[in-house]
């Protein structure tokens, strides 16, 4: 059944608060319509007015649906980022929150309503607290521990997840330091980025050609320190892998076992270029 209040999650930016309920969305089988209000007008929630006759030659005005609106009632409703858009906006999400209505419609029944807000130092227009109150708000503080099991179960790079596990007792590389956290124009950790590069490496694999320039590649995603560390950390972890000494049996089979995906995608490289020479 439906949550009889909407639930709203404060956290730091990147720390997981849309993938939690597109997570959420997708266990239960439900629909996920994604509102961000920054990109939004009102009419885009109330729907565009139009002029209808009715039968007696008489006008009125009714709303075009708008083209988010739930075809079904299993649906959840994320209201993404309502501290980063104009208070006419706000009026909107209150509607939503308070009463399950858009403009001059219900809500389904069978539906979930959600939002997220990344907290006052991001914020570009304050939450009034006539919003903040119709919500049921949870601050969103993942541990590092929490992430590192959702990173595993969700498949991100192993080599990723044992960084930030090496490290987590004597320097957090998974989230944005402090004094920086809300500052512009500044590239740091976040679990979003760690996440996105993941999902850059499983995509580019063959393009990386080994450990010592994976930071080139890392830090547009968590910023310089982080890359650096992630490199360095690597290089330690990983000996260089010689395609050669494979062939000639100089590795154990615990080592071979250790090889990391991005290893496996030079060595893979290498033999597809060796073999394209010799072709030609």
């Given at each position: 059944?439906?949550?009889?209040?909407?639930?709203?999650?404060?956290?730091?930016?990147?720390?997981?608060?849309?993938?939690?309920?597109?997570?959420?969305?997708?266990?239960?089988?439900?629909?996920?319509?994604?509102?961000?209000?920054?990109?939004?007008?009102?009419?885009?929630?109330?729907?565009?007015?139009?002029?209808?006759?009715?039968?007696?030659?008489?006008?009125?005005?009714?709303?075009?649906?708008?083209?988010?609106?739930?075809?079904?009632?299993?649906?959840?409703?994320?209201?993404?980022?309502?501290?980063?858009?104009?208070?006419?906006?706000?009026?909107?999400?209150?509607?939503?929150?308070?009463?399950?209505?858009?403009?001059?419609?219900?809500?389904?029944?069978?539906?979930?309503?959600?939002?997220?807000?990344?907290?006052?130092?991001?914020?570009?227009?304050?939450?009034?607290?006539?919003?903040?109150?119709?919500?049921?708000?949870?601050?969103?503080?993942?541990?590092?521990?929490?992430?590192?099991?959702?990173?595993?179960?969700?498949?991100?790079?192993?080599?990723?997840?044992?960084?930030?596990?090496?490290?987590?007792?004597?320097?957090?590389?998974?989230?944005?330091?402090?004094?920086?956290?809300?500052?512009?124009n500044v590239i740091a950790p976040t679990r979003s980025g760690w996440t996105e590069?993941?999902?850059?490496?499983?995509?580019?694999?063959?393009?990386?050609?080994?450990?010592?320039?994976?930071?080139?590649?890392?830090?547009?995603?968590?910023?310089?320190?982080?890359?650096?560390?992630?490199?360095?950390?690597?290089?330690?972890?990983?000996?260089?892998?010689?395609?050669?000494?494979?062939?000639?049996?100089?590795?154990?089979?615990?080592?071979?076992?250790?090889?990391?995906?991005?290893?496996?995608?030079?060595?893979?490289?290498?033999?597809?270029?060796?073999?394209?020479?010799?072709?030609?």
């Open positions: 059944k439906s949550l009889t209040k909407s639930v709203l999650f404060i956290g730091d930016s990147g720390l997981g608060k849309s993938s939690y309920v597109e997570d959420f969305a997708r266990r239960i089988g439900y629909t996920l319509i994604n509102l961000r209000l920054g990109e939004l007008e009102p009419v885009d929630i109330t729907g565009m007015p139009m002029k209808t006759q009715l039968k007696d030659g008489t006008f009125i005005t009714e709303y075009a649906r708008p083209h988010w609106w739930p075809t079904s009632g299993k649906f959840v409703l994320f209201i993404d980022e309502p501290d980063r858009c104009s208070k006419e906006m706000h009026s909107c999400a209150m509607q939503i929150v308070q009463q399950r209505r858009a403009g001059m419609r219900d809500l389904p029944e069978d539906g979930f309503v959600f939002a997220a807000a990344n907290g006052p130092e991001y914020a570009t227009i304050p939450m009034c607290q006539a919003l903040m109150r119709r919500f049921a708000v949870i601050l969103f503080e993942p541990t590092v521990d929490e992430w590192i099991f959702w990173a595993r179960s969700n498949k991100v790079n192993s080599l990723i997840v044992d960084f930030i596990e090496a490290n987590k007792d004597t320097s957090n590389m998974l989230d944005t330091p402090k004094g920086l956290v809300g500052k512009p590069f993941s999902l850059w490496l499983d995509s580019a694999l063959t393009e990386l050609p080994n450990l010592d320039t994976v930071s080139i590649y890392l830090e547009p995603y968590v910023g310089k320190t982080a890359a650096i560390a992630f490199e360095k950390w690597s290089k330690t972890k990983y000996r260089s892998v010689n395609l050669e000494d494979i062939f000639n049996k100089k590795y154990t089979s615990r080592e071979l076992s250790n090889i990391s995906t991005m290893q496996l995608a030079a060595i893979s490289n290498k033999i597809s270029k060796e073999f394209l020479c010799k072709t030609i």
